[in-house]
């Protein structure tokens, strides 16, 4: 069974500093997509970033971009120059052929002025 | 293009009671699915359907419903509510198109409380 494991329930930093949200899974598969999505008070889940499994380039999306360790099964997340805004439950996600979501158990991310 | 909605966003219900809610789509999207998310589960698929048809299923009692009609709109009918069953139910769509890995968008939720 595929898992996604977020090791770290709750950070928090500085604003203007950078922050990596760690995530690890499991699959057997090959083919599959990975995936951010940012959870603020409001419960809205909005998309951050994504990974496609096959492509060995990091992807970026202006301050978030992700380290993809596709041997370590490693997705971490890293924020720069974080902003107030940025204050959320983060959730990673795996997806495989089936099209089901598979969520980590989310991070609370704070940032302090 | 108008983001995905769902309705209604609160609702309180009392035990035995049914529920049903609703989830419009983005326009063109023809996949929708379901999601659970409680504070000691997390989020958890419910079940996807794709031009009317159920495609997924995840592992939920039969209380838990849906269906999705020509439009794409997509309800989830949970029948004899249990206390458990009160959860942020969350809907996202995706074209369905491009294979099973695009990108899924979701609604705001609907906070379903059970007394």
């Known amino acids: 069974a595929q898992t996604v494991t977020q090791s770290q329930p709750e950070m928090s930093v500085q604003e203007a500093e950078t922050v990596t949200l760690s995530c690890t899974y499991d699959?057997?598969?090959?083919?599959?997509?990975l995936f951010w999505y940012k959870q603020p008070p409001s419960r809205q889940m909005i998309l951050v970033i994504r990974?496609?499994?096959?492509?060995?380039q990091n992807a970026t999306e202006n301050r978030f971009s992700v380290n993809f360790q596709k041997a370590a099964k490693s997705f971490s997340l890293k924020i720069s120059d974080s902003q107030l805004g940025d204050t959320a439950m983060y959730f990673c996600a795996f997806i495989r052929a089936t099209g089901k979501l598979i969520f980590g158990q989310g991070t609370t991310l704070q940032v302090k002025p | 293009k108008a983001g995905v909605t769902q309705t209604p966003r609160y609702l309180i219900k009392t035990r035995g009671q049914q529920v049903t809610l609703s989830c419009s789509p983005i326009?063109?999207?023809?996949?929708v699915s379901w999601y659970q998310q409680t504070p000691g589960q997390g989020l958890q698929f419910l079940f996807e359907y794709f031009s009317e048809t159920q495609r997924n299923k995840g592992n939920f009692p039969g209380r838990f419903s849906g269906r999705q009609f020509s439009n794409s709109r997509s309800e989830m009918n949970v029948s004899t509510l249990e206390l458990g069953d009160s959860a942020l139910y969350l809907c996202?769509?995706?074209?369905?198109?491009?294979?099973?890995?695009?990108?899924?968008?979701f609604g705001p939720g609907t906070r379903l409380t059970v007394l």
């Open positions: 990974q496609e499994a096959y492509k060995q």
């Open positions: 326009s063109g999207h023809r996949s």
């Open positions: 699959t057997s598969e090959n083919n599959y997509y």
């Open positions: 996202a769509s995706r074209s369905g198109l491009a294979g099973s890995t695009d990108t899924q968008y």
